[in-house]
């Protein structure tokens, strides 16, 4: 058994709970990943995110944890990202079983330089609403990044760029053709190209974007599942995260 000391929460967290003693796994940083692409639009530098990613590097170097483990607290009750406006400021928590280990302020307003005003445009979507792109995208930094498009994924990319879109018929050499094409190339050799791959920047490759709705997220399901024998949809792929996307856009 390895000697090593592992880096724990309340090395890296002001955290003294159960929580500080526990280890940072790299599933734990890939949820957190995940949540912030999702309610934010992207994964802020030196973020809560970017700290577990180094930490949980560190404790696989060390021989601590393996790729797929995943801490207790960061399965249940899980890691949540919020944001609160307060007077004019959006103040946002991140928190992995129930306690908060970052809260900092995000910039509210679009319009001025840096990422803020990069990632909120005021044009056709709220500022706080998650977007197509932006769910798409979030499938990246999750575990399912790393699977081979298939044709269930390609025809449920393909239904959220119509709804992002708002166009019935595809888009020539948009995200959906490149899935389509991508899960036809994977069928018949051993280099197959993954979600990631073609998701990672999904924002830039969509001609128009749009806030995600219930019924963006129901088309998307209803779009996977359609195309899978099991009838379901895969852990963290499309269909889950614009469901997430959408549950995080009601106003």
Same mark, same amino acid.
């Given at each position: 058994?390895?000697?090593e ?12 709970? /159960? ?5 940072? !796994? ?6 957190m990943?995940?949540a /912030? ?15 577990m990613?180094?930490?949980a ?41 129930g ?11 679009a319009g ?16 706080? !609403? ?6 798409l ?10 699977k081979?498009?298939?044709e269930?994924?390609a025809a ?5 760029? !119509? ?5 019935? /018929?595809?888009?020539?050499g ?13 069928a ?7 979600l ?14 749009? !806030? ?14 359609r ?25």
């Open positions: 058994m390895s000697q000391i592992p880096v724990k929460y309340g090395d890296v967290f002001p955290v003294s709970s /159960e929580l500080g003693s526990k280890m940072i !796994a790299p599933q734990d940083a890939a949820i990943q995940s /912030e692409s999702v309610a934010l639009g992207h994964v802020p530098k030196g973020g809560p995110a970017s700290l990613q180094s930490a590097a560190q404790n696989e170097r060390r021989g601590v944890v393996d790729g797929d483990d995943i801490s207790d607290l960061a399965r249940d009750p899980g890691v949540t990202v919020s944001q609160a406006e307060v007077g004019g400021t959006r103040i946002v928590s991140e928190s992995i079983g306690e908060v280990v970052a809260q900092y302020i995000y910039p509210s307003e001025g330089d840096g990422e803020g005003a990069e990632r909120y445009p005021t044009t056709g979507v709220q500022e706080e !609403a998650v977007t197509v792109g932006e769910a995208e979030a499938v990246a930094f999750k575990a399912a990044g790393d081979p498009i298939e269930s994924d449920a990319i393909q239904a959220a760029e !119509a709804r992002a879109t708002g166009r019935s /018929e595809a888009v020539p948009g995200i959906g053709a490149e899935a389509q094409s991508a899960a036809s190339v994977n018949r050799t051993d280099n197959k190209t993954t990631g791959d073609v998701l990672s920047d999904a924002t830039s490759k969509l001609i128009e974007d749009k !806030a995600v709705k219930k019924e963006d997220a129901e088309g998307v399901v209803g779009a996977e599942i195309n899978k024998p099991d009838l379901a949809t895969h852990p963290g792929g499309i269909a889950a995260s614009m469901t997430t996307a959408a549950n995080l856009n009601i106003f």
